[in-house]
């Protein structure tokens, strides 16, 4: 019976959303940009949202927030955000001053999306599955034994997208060697769709005659569900550093489920089939045999959701 704000902080925009009694009452989008009293602005807005919409903004269980970056979830810190500005940024606190509430939950971005995805989504079943965003870059996130994985050491593992020798062919920005996400990310995805377009003689070059470099996966999905052969070759590539690093998840942790997020999740059945023929290279047949891998179900809102899941279960409401 929780009443809650929260935030799902992103590069670009923040998807925020007021919950009673498990629903969306009502939501907004935020841009992030200019990032200067960001939370502050923020917090602007859903005081007129909530008055709007007849909420009482002090009479909230809780508050949450959801922020890409590196987190510090137990001090309520963000230590690092590339995409913000942040740096040793307490979160927590400016939460607490700006919306009035001393009960904050703060998440990485990608762990919210995970537990969102697992409690909302999928209804807290199975016990463990990883979850894989395909976005600007390739997030992620895990459930084990029921539980929101934090790691044992740095409390920082939410990377999916970084080193592990995956591939040889692009260098990461973050410097390490293999990265998937420069070749599994969307971004990836789409820097190859135009290199394969530029010398189709097929429909992809077609399309690429009429969008040039501003075309987007969205562009071709017909072409993709149409199988047109050069979009599906570069899918596959794309996907199979992707399907190295899901090997040895299942091949270490035998996780019951493999959850697909990100915009080109949209492609639906066709692309987890042709994730599925890439990981057929890379996993042994006893746990191939078994390999569930799924499109995430929530979209827009996944991270707000996970945040207040999160902060339900966490301050038991
Ligand atoms: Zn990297």
Known sequence: MAKAFTIDLGATSAK????????????FTFSTNPRENLLENI????????????????????IGIAV??????????????TNLGWRDYPVKEEMTRIFKNEKVVVLND????TFGEWSKGLKKVPDSMALFTIGTGVGGGAIFNGRLVFGDNTGLPSEPGHGGGFQDEIQCGCGLKGCIEPISSASGIERELIAKAKVSTGPLGERYQKLGDNMHIKDIADLFQEKDKDVIAVFYKALEP?????????????????????????????????????AANYVLPDFYERLNIVQASLSDLVGAWGVYEYGKAELKF
């Open 68 to 81: 890409c970056g590196i987190v510090d979830n137990a001090e309520g810190k963000v230590i690092y955000s």
């Open 242 to 278: 992707l399907a190295k690093i899901i090997s040895v998840i299942i091949h270490f942790f035998d996780v019951s489920m493999i959850v697909i997020g990100g915009g080109p999740s949209n492609l639906g059945k066709p692309l987890l089939d042709l994730l599925k023929k890439q």
């Open 43 to 62: 917090g602007k807005e859903a005081r007129e949202v909530a008055e709007k919409n007849n909420i009482d903004m002090d009479n909230l269980d809780f």
């Open 16 to 27: 925020c959303a007021f919950f009673d009694n498990d629903k969306v009452i009502a939501k």
């Open 110 to 113: 990608a762990k919210a999306a």
